[in-house]
């Protein structure tokens, strides 16, 4: 089935530090491919997403292109902040009705000053 | 900006007891999803509505969960009776009609703890 698969974490980091979390996904067809952060005590929010090859999703500096080749989404980030510090998930929808979305099982990212 | 609202945001119980959740989703939203985290993994689909009607509980253990949403605005998971398994953060999310419909607007979830 359709699954989704992001690095283990915790990852700790300097502030203005470079940032990529990898993810790949297995999927049928062209799923929709996102990432969604979750502040402590918060619910998930989206952060970005793309909806078919090559596109590239942006957000609060926030990067990451939909490699079909790779069935890759990995996060990018040039300078990361303290507040940058998030558990991290990416997620598919497979596109074939219904909206359903399969997460990732997070990436915890600290950020130190 | 509108939320998605859930209550209570934290409820202890102890095992064998029922509990019950509560969410109001975005105003318009028809479609609702219930979600189970358990600490250091993803949310996993428990129940999917679509107004009032269920879509897709695959996922929901219908021994002891169940799921309503009358009027396909609010709704409310129930378990009875709770198992120290059952302890976990339960999410709620809804998503739009129409245009960006994959998009998925969480609200601040409620953390169980059985004990």
């Known amino acids: 089935g359709d699954s989704v698969t992001q690095m283990e974490g915790p990852v700790t980091l300097s502030e203005e530090a470079f940032l990529t979390i990898n993810c790949t996904y297995t999927?049928?067809?062209?799923?929709?491919l996102f990432w969604y952060v979750q502040y402590p005590g918060e619910g998930l929010q989206l952060l970005l997403k793309a909806t078919k090859a090559d596109d590239k999703g942006s957000n609060k500096g926030f990067e990451a292109t939909y490699r079909k080749e790779t069935t890759s989404f990995h996060l990018e980030k040039g300078s990361v902040q303290v507040s940058d510090s998030a558990v991290y998930f990416c997620?598919?929808?497979?596109?074939?009705?219904?909206?359903?979305?399969?997460f990732g099982a997070g990436t915890r990212l600290f950020v130190k000053a | 900006e509108a939320e998605v609202a859930q209550s209570p945001r934290y409820k202890i119980t102890e095992k064998s007891q029922a509990v019950a959740f509560w969410c109001d989703p975005i105003s318009g939203h028809a479609t609702l999803y219930w979600y189970r985290q358990i600490l250091g993994q993803g949310p996993e689909l428990l129940v999917q509505?679509?107004?009032?009607?269920?879509?897709?509980d695959s996922q929901l253990p219908k021994d002891r969960f169940s799921a309503e949403r009358l009027k396909g605005v609010d709704s409310t998971l129930k378990i009875q009776p709770a198992e120290l398994g059952d302890s976990a953060m339960y999410l709620c999310?809804?998503?739009?009609?129409?245009?960006?419909?994959?998009?998925?607007?969480f609200g601040p979830g409620t953390r169980l703890l059985v004990l």
């Open positions: 997620a598919l929808s497979p596109n074939t009705g219904g909206f359903k979305t399969i």
């Open positions: 999310a809804s998503t739009q009609t129409g245009t960006d419909q994959e998009t998925q607007y």
């Open positions: 999927a049928t067809g062209y799923p929709s």
């Open positions: 509505f679509q107004d009032e009607s269920v879509v897709d």
